[in-house]
C-alpha cells in the first residue's frame, strides 16, 4: 500500500500548511498518510538548532508562512502564539488520540484553533476547545496524556523520527526517504506514486 | 524595470540550484537580475545558525540538493567539498567580478568547478581554472581581490543583506520583499511580473 509517514510538532510553525494540505493532496494521489506527533525540541537541540534565538529567520517564518497561506488558499490571520506547548501536553494528547485513532481531527482543529483563534497550544483553553466536539472527556483525555504511557510514545516516535534523519517539523517519509518541510510535500507524494523511479539517482 | 536582487554565496550548497536556474528563468519572466554575493557566514553567525554542527540537516541538504538537481534536469555528481573558500578569497574575487560587470559568468562557472570538478572554491587551482577562459589575468585579479576595495565590497553587500533580513543563501529580494530558498526562486519571480497583488496580504 502506499504511504507516507507525516511527521510533525503541534507548535510548529510551517507544519500548519502540511496540516492544512494533506490530506486531500494524498487522497487525490491514493495515499495513505500516517499521522505522526513526535518532539521536535529534542532532535532540533541535537542538532544544534535554536530557532528561537535566530531573530531573523522567525520574523522571515510567520511573513513566508504567511504568503504561503495565500497560495495555497488557507485562511492566515496571525503569527500565533509561539513557542507555545511548553510542558508538550498538548503533543501528549496527540498520542492519546494517535492511540485512539483521532490524531488526524485533533490535529487538524488544534492548528486552527492555535492559528486563526488565538490559543495556546496545552492551555485548558486550548483542549476543552477541540477535544469536547470530539466528544471527549477533557480530564480523562488530560489523566491519560500525563499518565507513562503517553510520555513513552512520544519518545518513541521522537526516536523514529530522529532513525529516519529528521531534524525539524514537518518532515515526510516514503520507503525511508526523507523530505523536510512543507514546501517539500508535493514531491513527497510524487515519490510516493511511483516519480521516484525517474528522480532516484542512486 | 522589473528587477530581483540575487543574494548568494560562493561555498553555499543550495546556492548551486539557484545559480545553475536563475538565468533562464529570469529571461522567460522578462526581470533582470543582480547578482550579488555576500558573507553569508556573517549573517548566519548573527542568527546563531551553525549548519557545519547540524549533522542530520548537512546529511539531508545534500541529498535534497541531489534530488533537486534531478528534478531540475541539472548535473550532480557528489556532493562538493563542504565548507570551502575558508579564507573568502573567492568570494572577494566575486567582487572584483561584480566591480567589472562580469559575476555572472565567473559565478556559474565557479559552481560548475566546485560541484561537478571537485574543485575546492578559493584555491589557485579554481582560480585558474575560472579565470582564464573568462580572459582574466589570475595574480592581477587575486591582488585585486586581496586589496581593500574588495574587503570592502563584501562587507557592504553583507550589510544590506542584513538589511533586507536575509540570514541564508541563496535569498532573493523583490521590491524590498526577500525570499529564501532556491525553492522560492519562482515565487520571487512571480512576484516580480506582478504575482505579488494576488498573494500579498498587507
Known amino acids: 500500500m502506499r504511504q507516507l509517514e507525516f511527521f510533525y510538532f ?27 506527533p513526535f518532539n521536535v525540541r529534542t532532535v532540533m537541540a541535537e542538532n544544534n538548532i535554536a530557532l528561537r534565538s535566530q531573530t531573523a529567520k522567525v520574523k522571515y517564518m510567520w511573513r513566508d508562512v504567511q504568503r ?30 494517535a492511540e485512539g485513532g483521532w490524531c488526524e481531527d485533533y490535529t487538524i482543529e ?19 476547545h477541540v477535544l469536547r466536539p470530539l466528544g471527549k472527556d477533557v480530564d480523562a483525555v488530560i489523566a491519560q496524556a500525563n499518565a507513562p504511557a503517553a510520555h513513552e510514545r512520544l519518545k518513541m516516535e521522537t526516536d523514529a523520527a530522529r532513525e529516519y534523519g529528521i531534524f525539524g517539523s514537518p518532515a515526510f517519509v516514503v520507503n525511508g526517504e526523507t523530505f523536510w518541510g512543507d514546501d517539500r510535500l508535493e514531491e513527497a507524494l510524487s515519490w510516493a506514486t511511483g516519480r521516484r523511479r525517474l528522480q532516484d539517482v542512486h
Chains 1, 2 share one sequence.
Open 10 to 36: 503541534l507548535g510548529s510553525g510551517y507544519a500548519y500548511l502540511s496540516v492544512m494540505r494533506i490530506g486531500p493532496l494524498a487522497r487525490d494521489a491514493g495515499i495513505t498518510v500516517r499521522w505522526r
Open 68 to 97: 504561503r497561506a495565500r497560495t495555497h488558499a488557507l485562511p492566515f490571520v496571525n503569527a500565533p502564539i509561539w513557542p507555545t506547548d511548553p510542558d508538550l501536553l498538548a503533543n501528549r494528547v496527540a498520542m492519546v488520540a
Open 110 to 128: 488544534s492548528f486552527k484553533a492555535w492559528y486563526l483563534e488565538g490559543v495556546a497550544l496545552g492551555d485548558r483553553a486550548h483542549l476543552e
